[in-house]
């Protein structure tokens, strides 16, 4: 019997992935090294890493870091191909004391790290609706920050300005109202050398890079909204989750969501879950510092309207109080009952996308006796 996952005869494969190149490196069922190699990040790259790995015999799994980024194209080739392929995380920082840091060496160690059954995380797909929800969903992210940005820099630049113009702008008192006031501003550029109309001149120009950010965030939502309403009608539904906490949730499961065991996987996916300290006589709990912050974030803000709308929540939220918890905790509790709940129905939506269509049936008429008249038979 072999104590390692691959069967006798097959190899595990290994890939440190980069911008132009992989590294890939080779194992034979007993762990022995068969090889290492550097593969351009081309397709005709993909096929020869390929060909190299399937020449030393059967590729049981290939283990592969950086699956959503750098390795990303591989991945998507190697699964057409119906290659077995598991996420490796970096290798441990004692391993990189011991053995050193090279390009081959932590190829060597994803393949080690497959081969020995740690690395059992399925990379998610990256070729269906969820990957243009997470490609729309980054670009909106960088809109926001960029006019968060602009927001600021525009309220600093508008504290320093001469107090003529200063007094000008406090006629209104948000920020998004200084902010059409500036667009309206007339520099003389004749004057541009003047503090005053430099001013003008720089706060015009952040209020209309500001409008411009609007549009654009504006649009991509407009995109988004149909996706997500298609990729997860059961879960929009829900109280208090808007199109934007259903597309990070998306984005966080993958497409291929069964890839995770149960809800308590995808709680610790997303931060939700509670880690055992216990120690000796002492028996407790601690939260989840990891996992995907966003994601957490979103369980964090569905809790947060909830606790404030949803009669059920409020009176959940009242009983524990009575418990002596604390709202910390209690909202602690609360997103993983959100966890749950939303695995649930994200599972059933994306089962709805990626199940195969039904067959059309056609309707054939068979004539039968002597009269005009015949019956209808069904056929796939």
């Given at each position: 019997m072999h104590s390692m996952t691959s069967p006798a005869g097959c190899v595990t494969g290994g890939v440190d992935a980069h911008t132009d190149t992989h590294d890939a490196a080779a194992l034979d069922e007993r762990g022995r090294l068969l090889g290492t190699h550097t593969f351009s990040t081309t397709p005709d790259g993909n096929w020869a890493l390929l060909a190299w790995l399937e020449a030393f015999g059967p590729i049981a799994v290939i283990g592969v870091e950086s699956t959503g980024s750098y390795a990303a194209g591989l991945v998507r080739f190697l699964r057409s191909r119906?290659?077995?392929?598991?996420?490796?995380?970096?290798?441990?920082?004692?391993?990189?004391?011991?053995?050193?840091?090279?390009?081959?060496?932590?190829?060597?160690?994803?393949?080690?790290?497959?081969?020995?059954?740690?690395?059992?995380?399925?990379?998610?797909?990256?070729?269906?609706?969820?990957?243009?929800?997470?490609?729309?969903?980054?670009?909106?992210?960088?809109?926001?920050?960029?006019?968060?940005?602009?927001?600021?820099?525009?309220?600093?630049?508008?504290?320093?300005?001469?107090?003529?113009?200063?007094?000008?702008?406090?006629?209104?008192?948000?920020?998004?109202?200084?902010?059409?006031?500036?667009?309206?501003?007339?520099?003389?550029?004749?004057?541009?050398?003047?503090?005053?109309?430099?001013?003008?001149?720089?706060?015009?120009?952040?209020?209309?890079?500001?409008?411009?950010?609007?549009?654009?965030?504006?649009?991509?939502?407009?995109?988004?909204?149909?996706?997500?309403?298609?990729?997860?009608?059961?879960?929009?539904?829900?109280?208090?989750?808007?199109?934007?906490?259903?597309?990070?949730l998306l984005v966080t499961a993958g497409e291929n969501i069964e890839r995770l065991r149960n809800d308590g996987s995808f709680a610790a996916l997303c931060g939700a879950s509670p880690i055992p300290v216990s120690s000796g006589r002492r028996d407790r709990y601690r939260i989840n510092h990891g996992g995907d912050r966003d994601a957490n974030r979103t369980l964090h803000m569905i809790a947060v309207c909830r606790m404030r709308y949803c009669p059920r929540t409020r009176a959940y939220a009242q009983r524990r109080i009575a418990e002596g918890k604390t709202k910390k905790e209690i909202i602690r509790c609360l997103k993983r009952y959100i966890a749950r709940e939303t695995y649930h129905t994200l599972r059933a939506d994306l089962a709805d996308i990626n199940q195969p269509p039904a067959r059309p049936t056609t309707a054939i008429t068979i004539n039968c006796g002597a009269g005009p008249t015949g019956r209808t038979r069904r056929r796939s």
């Open positions: 119906d290659i077995a392929v598991v996420e490796v995380n970096q290798p441990h920082a004692h391993t990189r004391r011991r053995r050193g840091k090279s390009d081959p060496i932590d190829a060597e160690m994803a393949a080690r790290t497959a081969l020995s059954g740690h690395a059992t995380a399925v990379p998610k797909l990256t070729d269906g609706i969820v990957e243009a929800i997470r490609q729309l969903r980054l670009a909106r992210d960088s809109a926001v920050k960029a006019r968060t940005a602009a927001f600021n820099q525009l309220t600093e630049v508008i504290v320093t300005v001469p107090d003529d113009l200063r007094q000008q702008l406090s006629a209104r008192k948000t920020t998004r109202g200084k902010t059409t006031l500036c667009s309206r501003l007339r520099p003389d550029l004749k004057r541009i050398h003047e503090p005053a109309q430099a001013a003008k001149f720089a706060l015009r120009s952040l209020a209309r890079r500001i409008a411009e950010l609007d549009r654009e965030i504006a649009l991509l939502d407009k995109q988004l909204e149909p996706l997500v309403a298609t990729a997860a009608p059961r879960t929009t539904q829900l109280i208090a989750i808007s199109t934007g906490h259903a597309g990070q």
